[in-house]
C-alpha cells in the first residue's frame, strides 16, 4: 500500500470534461448584454472561484442586475449542455489504476450536489468512489467548508491524502487540509496560473505517477 491512500478528486475540469460548455454558455450569456465573447484561453485566464467575480471581470455589471439570475441563467445553460461532456483524457484509465492498487477514492465539488451524483452516475464511474460530496446551491461559492467536513467525516490524516484539481481553488482547498495537491491543465484554469502556485503541474492526467 503506498504511502497516500486517499485520493480527492476535483470534478468540473478535472475528471468531467466541462470547460468548453462552460466557455459556451457564458458567451451566449455575454452576447446577448453586448460584451465581448471569450476565447477558450482567456476563459481560462480570468475563471475563477467564487465565481461570482469572475462574471464581474469578464463586465457583468451587478449594480444593474442580481446576481442570483445570473447564476441560474448561466446553469440552465449548462445543465443543458452536461449530456455532452464526457471525462477528461485519461480520467477513466487513472481512476481505475488506482482503484486497483488500493487507493480510496472521493470527489469533493463546488457543483450543486444531486447535479453533480447524476452527472457522475450518467459517465459510468459512481463505483470508483467511497464519497462524492457537491455543494448546497449553483452559485459557485468554493468547496472548502465541504473538503473539511469530509475530512473529519472520514478520519483522515494529511499525510495519507493527495488532492487533484484544476483550478487555484483546488490549492487552497489543500492548503486547507494540508495535503498533497497536484494540478492538472485540462479544466477551467491555464497551465501558467497554475504553475504559479509552485504545486506540481501536469498536462493531462497520463502524467500522474500512479504511486503518488
Not at 3 to 29: F, H, P, S, V
Not at 47 to 56: G, H, N, S
Not at 87 to 106: H, M, N, S, V, W
Amino acid at each position: 500500500m503506498p504511502q497516500r491512500t486517499t485520493i480527492i478528486w476535483d470534478w468540473n475540469g478535472t475528471l468531467l470534461d466541462d470547460a468548453e460548455i462552460c466557455r459556451e454558455a457564458i458567451n451566449k450569456m455575454l452576447k446577448v448584454r453586448n460584451l465581448p465573447e471569450l476565447s477558450l484561453s482567456t476563459y481560462r485566464d480570468v475563471f475563477t472561484f467564487p465565481v461570482i467575480e469572475y462574471y464581474k471581470e469578464v463586465g457583468f455589471n451587478f449594480d444593474n442586475e442580481e446576481w442570483e439570475p445570473v447564476a441560474m441563467e448561466f446553469i440552465n445553460l449548462y445543465l443543458g449542455a452536461l449530456p455532452s461532456c464526457g471525462l477528461t483524457p485519461f480520467a477513466a484509465r487513472t481512476l481505475e489504476i488506482f482503484k486497483r492498487k488500493g487507493y480510496r477514492q472521493a470527489i469533493i465539488s463546488a457543483m450543486q450536489h444531486d447535479a453533480l451524483l447524476k452527472s457522475v452516475s450518467a459517465l459510468g464511474i459512481f463505483e470508483y468512489f467511497d464519497y462524492i460530496g457537491g455543494i448546497g446551491d449553483h452559485y459557485g461559492g468554493g468547496k472548502i467548508d465541504n473538503a473539511r467536513n469530509y475530512f473529519i467525516q472520514a478520519g483522515l490524516s494529511p499525510e495519507k491524502i493527495t488532492l487533484i484539481g484544476d483550478t487555484l481553488h483546488d490549492s487552497e482547498v489543500a492548503a486547507e487540509l494540508q495535503c498533497k495537491c497536484i494540478l492538472v491543465a485540462t479544466g477551467h484554469q491555464s497551465f501558467q496560473r497554475l504553475s504559479d502556485t509552485g504545486l506540481q503541474v501536469i498536462n493531462n492526467l497520463s502524467e500522474i505517477d500512479s504511486g503518488l
